[in-house]
């Protein structure tokens, strides 16, 4: 889950680390009395959860609270990357000295977390690390040990940080990983870090929280802004379904995720794109649960074939293969390749064909997921 910008950095502030003043507004005369308070030139920035907002005209800068208020009004109510924006943050704007870089990241290449530090703030990290390599530090520590003082402070000196500087730099930096580990967090960002005559302020925030670890920290689900969620998913996780939207043709119903995984980088090496994928779980003995599945994938519009992947165990074929017909019945009928392996597998089939020649839905079954999978993509067109 990832946090609004105005929602990590409270976290943030709560933790020992500076941040300039302001607050949110949701109306454009919200945003010209928070910059009268601020007395002076502010940053407009909308909130929205989407990298790059700078670049999409997402943050702007106002010489005095009308311009604040008329660029509030722009912002409340369009559209950044396809994320409507309902609130904006009113900030000071800040002297600007310099600007670093500072992230803790769960580096799984190494299986350990990083401190990721740079003097080049205010480019994503990514291009600072293409164009400016040597300008990019991490610092790879055992989560058991937690990170040291000491190695902080080497790469630091190292770097020909101003030696000034560099306390505040290892506080800064303490506390990020404070943050990260407390909320378990897979991303913690402050991009640009600003160093002011007064000391350093973190002028962005970002923190990303594990979604698995949601329940041991419940007071960060207040903080999920579901309108930020697709609709499909969100109404997925009401209904308690493994469901995931990519954006392609084809709809993957399997049972098990690494089975739908595996569906997945078949029908792309075929040359098609999988639109979602929902992993049924096991234990399919309830036709009407098959039903719900699959009338939830052709929800996606855009969807033109649905590849239907079950090994069943305890799961049994004919049971899916009911579920089959009462979804083709009762939601949008589109053609379905469906490959039964396992219990009952005949049955299930024995079903289909019967109910394609009775109905005349277009249902391919087919003997191995590489079959399937070139079938789905043959059926969709080619895949977009």
Request: net charge negative; no cysteine; charged share 30%.
């Given at each position: 889950m990832r946090l609004h910008e105005y929602q990590a950095k409270r976290i943030f502030e709560e933790h020992g680390i500076s941040i300039p003043k302001g607050r949110v507004a949701e109306t454009s005369e919200e945003a010209r009395e928070i910059a009268k308070e601020l007395g002076g030139e502010v940053v407009v920035k909308a909130q929205v959860l989407v990298g790059g907002r700078g670049k999409a005209g997402g943050i702007k800068k106002a010489e005095n609270p009308d311009e604040a208020g008329k660029i509030a009004d722009g912002l409340i109510g369009s559209y950044i990357k396809g994320h409507k924006v309902e609130k904006v943050l009113v900030e000071e704007a800040l002297d600007i000295k310099a600007e670093y870089y500072v992230g803790y990241v769960i580096d799984k290449s190494r299986k350990r977390p990083a401190l990721i530090l740079s003097r080049r703030g205010g480019m994503n990290v990514e291009e600072i690390a293409e164009k400016y390599p040597d300008d990019v530090i991490r610092i790879h520590f055992d989560p058991l040990w937690g990170l040291r003082d000491y190695q902080v402070r080497k790469v630091l000196y190292e770097a020909n940080f101003d030696s000034n500087e560099i306390p505040e730099l290892l506080k800064i930096a303490k506390n990020l990983c404070t943050i990260a580990f407390?909320?378990?967090?897979?991303?913690?960002?402050?991009?640009?870090?600003?160093?002011t005559?007064?000391?350093?302020?973190?002028?962005?925030?970002?923190?990303?929280?594990?979604?698995n670890s949601l329940y041991r920290n419940p007071e960060l689900l207040k903080l999920r802004d579901a309108t930020e969620v697709d609709e499909l998913e969100r109404e997925a996780v009401l209904k308690g379904l493994n469901y995931v939207r990519i954006g392609g043709d084809i709809g993957i119903v399997a049972n098990g995720a690494g089975l739908a995984m595996a569906t997945m980088d078949l029908i792309q090496l075929m040359g098609g794109r999988p639109a979602n994928f929902l992993d049924t779980g096991g234990g399919l003995s309830d036709p009407q649960k098959m039903r719900m599945c699959l009338e939830h994938v052709v929800r996606d519009e855009n969807v033109k074939v649905v590849f239907v992947n079950i090994f069943a165990e305890i799961t049994r074929c004919e049971k899916v293969a009911e579920g089959i017909v009462l979804a083709m019945d009762t939601s949008r009928r589109i053609?379905?390749?469906?490959?039964?392996?396992g219990t009952n597998e005949e049955?299930?089939?024995?079903?289909?064909?019967?109910?394609?020649?009775r109905s005349g839905a277009e249902i391919y079954l087919v003997d191995s997921i590489e079959e399937g999978a070139k079938k789905a993509v043959e059926v969709a067109g080619g895949g977009v």
């Open positions: 407390k909320f378990e967090a897979e991303l913690t960002e402050i991009n640009p870090l600003i160093l005559d007064a000391g350093f302020v973190a002028a962005d925030a970002r923190l990303n929280i594990d979604d053609p379905h390749v469906v490959k039964l392996a049955l299930g089939k024995q079903l289909l064909r019967e109910f394609a020649e």
